[in-house]
């Protein structure tokens, strides 16, 4: 069956780097459109970035522009999410969500759509 499981979450300072990981069981990531989204308690998910399967278009909410990078390595079915000079408002739980191949731009799968399958997630605080 399909499987996500985040890793990568960690305790950083403001203006440290963390990469998180998003291992793929049961289908072939690079098929399927994908999305890291975050979540502090309390407030609504965030679409943080996203890759789109209709046209490979990739997605940043405009609070991790320019210092989130979102990338697959196919070979070992896997997504990351490279984060640099993080703020302290970056803190929260952070999860990588997968939906089959659909005609959805990478907007409008992080702004709008209800991914099908999701992992567990992983906490990232960033606090000195």
């Known amino acids: 069956q399909v499987q996500l499981v985040e890793s990568g979450g960690d305790l950083v300072q403001p203006g440290g780097s963390l990469r998180l990981s998003c291992a793929a069981s049961?289908?072939?990531?690079?098929?399927?459109?994908m999305g890291w989204f975050r979540q502090v308690p309390g407030k609504g998910r965030e679409g943080v970035s996203c890759i789109s399967s209709f046209d490979g278009s990739t997605y940043y909410a405009d609070s991790v522009k320019g210092r989130f990078t979102i990338s697959r390595d196919n070979a070992k079915n896997t997504m990351y999410l490279q984060m640099n000079s993080l703020k302290p408002e970056d803190t929260a739980v952070y999860y990588c969500a997968a939906d089959p191949p659909v005609v959805v731009t990478a907007k409008n799968l992080c702004r709008v759509r209800h991914l099908e399958f999701w992992g567990q997630g992983t906490l990232v605080n960033v606090s000195s």
């Open positions: 049961g289908f072939t990531l690079e098929d399927y459109a």
